[in-house]
T-cell receptor
Framework: SQQGEEDPQALSIQEGENATMNCSYKTSINNLQWYRQNSGRGLVHLILIRSNEREKHSGRLRVTLDTSKKSSSLLITASRAADTASYFCATFWTGNTGFQKLVFGTGTRLLVSP | DAGVIQSPRHEVTEMGQEVTLRCKPISGHDYLFWYRQTMMRGLELLIYFNNNVPIDDSGMPEDRFSAKMPNASFSTLKIQPSEPRDSAVYFC??????????FGEGSRLTVL
C-alpha cells in the first residue's frame, strides 16, 4: 500500500465485545480518516482526527492518533452484528505528481457474531 | 440530497467492448474522485477532478482508460477496449474541499 496498512486483516468477535483495529502510515499527515464499507456497498465516512488531536470520540467509536509512531487505532465498543463490515483508514499522500490524494489502507474485515 | 449516484450498478461485457461508467456527484461538491477496488490491489485512486478540471490522473492504468467531467454534475469513466483484468468495482466519490469523501454505491464491472 502507498500509505496505510491496517492490522489485523480480519477480526472475529461476539456481540457486546470491543473491537480494536490499527492503522499505520508512512508520511506526515494533517489528518487521518476512518471509513466503513458494508459488503457490496460504498464506503461511509466515520470520523476524522487531526494531527494535533490525540483522541476523538463519536458514539461507540473511539479513535486515537500517535503521530510519533505514525499510527492510529479505531475502537468500537459494545459491538453489534450491524458493525460487521470492512474498516479502512485513509490519509492524504503527496505522490510523485506533487498533488495530494486520499489513499486508503488495506482494511480490516470485522465479523461480529450474535 | 440523494448522495453520489453511479450507473450502471452492474455491467457484464465481453473483452474488447467499450464500457462507460457514469457518476453524478453531490451538488455543491467541488472535488470528484474515481477509485477502483479489487481484492488484490484494494482501493486505488484512478483520477480526481477539482472544479471539473482533472488534477491528477497518475492512477489511470493505461491509455485504454479515460475520464471526463463536462460539468459540475456529471462525470464518466470510459474503458476502451475492455480487458478481463479490468474487472473490479469502480467507485465515484465527491467532496467539498479536500475533506470527507462521499461515495456512491459503485459499479461492478465484469469483463469476460
Amino acid at each position: 500500500s502507498q500509505q496505510g496498512e491496517e492490522d489485523p486483516q480480519a477480526l472475529s468477535i461476539q456481540e457486546g465485545e470491543n473491537a480494536t483495529m490499527n492503522c499505520s502510515y508512512k508520511t506526515s499527515i494533517n489528518n487521518l480518516q476512518w471509513y466503513r464499507q458494508n459488503s457490496g456497498r460504498g464506503l461511509v465516512h466515520l470520523i476524522l482526527i487531526r494531527s494535533n488531536e490525540r483522541e476523538k470520540h463519536s458514539g461507540r467509536l473511539r479513535v486515537t492518533l500517535d503521530t510519533s509512531k505514525k499510527s492510529s487505532s479505531l475502537l468500537i465498543t459494545a459491538s453489534r452484528a450491524a458493525d460487521t463490515a470492512s474498516y479502512f483508514c485513509a490519509t492524504f499522500w503527496t505522490g510523485n505528481t506533487g498533488f495530494q490524494k486520499l489513499v486508503f489502507g488495506t482494511g480490516t474485515r470485522l465479523l461480529v457474531s450474535p | 440530497d440523494a448522495g453520489v449516484i453511479q450507473s450502471p450498478r452492474h455491467e457484464v461485457t465481453e473483452m474488447g467492448q467499450e464500457v462507460t461508467l457514469r457518476c453524478k456527484p453531490i451538488s455543491g461538491h467541488d472535488y470528484l474522485f474515481w477509485y477502483r477496488q479489487t481484492m488484490m490491489r484494494g482501493l486505488e485512486l484512478l483520477i480526481y477532478f477539482n472544479n471539473n478540471v482533472p488534477i491528477d490522473d497518475s492512477g489511470m492504468p493505461e491509455d485504454r482508460f479515460s475520464a471526463k467531467m463536462p460539468n459540475a454534475s456529471f462525470s464518466t469513466l470510459k474503458i476502451q477496449p475492455s480487458e478481463p483484468r479490468d474487472s473490479a468495482v469502480y467507485f465515484c466519490a465527491s467532496s467539498f474541499v479536500q475533506g470527507e469523501l462521499f461515495f456512491g454505491e459503485g459499479s461492478r464491472l465484469t469483463v469476460l
